[in-house]
Structures are given as C-alpha cells and as structure tokens.
T-cell receptor, first 112, second 112 residues
Framework: DAGVIQSPRHEVTEMGQEVTLRCKPI?????LFWYRQTMMRGLELLIY????????DSGMPEDRFSAKMPNASFSTLKIQPSEPRDSAVYFC??????????FGQGTRLTVV | DQQVKQNSPSLSVQEGRISILNCDYT??????FLWYKKYPAEGPTFLIS?????DKNEDGRFTVFLNKSAKHLSLHIVPSQPGDSAVYFC???????????FGTGTSLTVIP
C-alpha cells in the first residue's frame, strides 16, 4: 500500500478564498483523522471518522471548517472562507481500531 | 486544553549517550500511549507504543516507560544516533473512541 496520500502538498491562497484539502486513507482502515500542526498546540485533532461517519468534530475551530468522507477511500477538509490564522500544516491519518495511526505527508497551507 | 503535555520543547544529546524524552497526561481514562517521530516536511511515523497494563516496552534502542500513578511516560533512546534527530510526539488514547491526543513535541538533536 502507498500509505496515506494527501493533496496538495502545498497550498497558497488569498484570505477569503475557499481551500479544499484531500486525503486517501490506507485501504481497509476504518478510522480517519484530520490534524493540524501548530507551534503552540502541537498536533491538534480537528475531526475523526469511523466507517465514514464523523464521530467527533469538537476540535474543528470554527464553522468555517468542514470535513466530509463520502466513501472509505476519500476525505476532504474544507475551509471557507480562509483566514491568515489558518496557516498551518494539516495532516490526515488513518488506522484500524485500537492500533497506531498512519500519517500522510501533510499539506502546508499558507493564507496570505 | 492540552491533555498530553511535553514540557521540553528541545533536547540536545551527544551521540552514543542516552536520550530521555518526557510526557505527562491528565486524563486517567487514557490506556494506550504512543511515541511518534517526525522529520521535517514529512508526516509523523509511529515509533513505539505501550498499553496501560504494562509499565515498560522495549524495541531495540527504544524503550518506553509508563508510570500510571504519576500519569507520566518517557522514551529512552540508547545509544543515541545522529539519525535520531527529529521531533518526537507523545500521544494517548482512551477506550472510548479511537482518537489520539498528541503533545506539542520535543525536538531532539543528537550531536555527532
């Protein structure tokens, strides 16, 4: 398996624009996580899915953030409208229940 | 609020010596603990884990110790090698759901 695949690797956008981050989990994994890495908070869990169903989205910072998982092999994290403080590295990870999570290489988002 | 804390942002160690990275947690429901290693521009990769039924787990040069009464775990790397230079994240998970809570990371530099 190629591992967790995220796209794009880098995204630069202007404030107010919509941004969509994409993730393909490892085949067969039933959990999918979206994390944001910042200096202050480290790896911050935004939302996670189990069998394509959102289980906990309490980490989503604002209503501007939304995430979907239409099927077992694809998830998106959308920010609309984006703001400069959203600039960070966003990671997607997947796992089986009660085992370690495997991370993608991340998307570095810069909002100017 | 951070449920997993890594109070040392950085650590420098001489090659061949022991590296000790520390982690504290606040939630007594956590029962599964992990360490991840992260190189720049890459996603975190799983290193070693420990269940709450154990107090030690060893894998080659890496050993994780868990002190449940103190809500503290540590990662020992012996001997340290320059290739170990990376950011190390501590993570914890509880029985309800499968979400992993991460610390803010400790940047380890192993000096040749």
């Amino acid at each position: 398996d190629a591992g967790v695949i995220q796209s794009p690797r880098h995204e630069v956008t202007e404030m107010g624009q919509e941004v969509t981050l994409r993730c393909k989990p490892i085949s067969g994994h039933d959990y999918l996580f979206w994390y944001r890495q910042t200096m202050m908070r480290g790896l911050e869990l935004l939302i996670y899915f189990n069998n394509n169903v959102p289980i906990d989205d309490s980490g989503m910072p604002e209503d501007r953030f939304s995430a979907k998982m239409p099927n077992a092999s694809f998830s998106t994290l959308k920010i609309q409208p984006s703001e400069p403080r959203d600039s960070a590295v966003y990671f997607c990870a997947s796992s089986f229940y009660n085992t370690e999570a495997f991370f993608g290489q991340g998307t570095r988002l810069t909002v100017v | 609020d951070q449920q997993v804390k890594q109070n040392s942002p950085s650590l420098s160690v001489q090659e061949g010596r022991i590296s000790i990275l520390n982690c504290d947690y606040t939630n007594s429901m956590f029962d599964y603990f992990l360490w991840y290693k992260k190189y720049p521009a890459e996603g975190p990769t799983f290193l070693i884990s420990i269940s709450s039924i154990k107090d030690k787990n060893e894998d080659g040069r890496f050993t994780v110790f868990l002190n449940k009464s103190a809500k503290h775990l540590s990662l020992h790397i012996v001997p340290s090698q320059p290739g170990d230079s990376a950011v190390y994240f501590c993570a914890a998970s509880g029985r309800t759901g499968n979400q992993f809570y991460f610390g803010t990371g400790t940047s380890l530099t192993v000096i040749p």
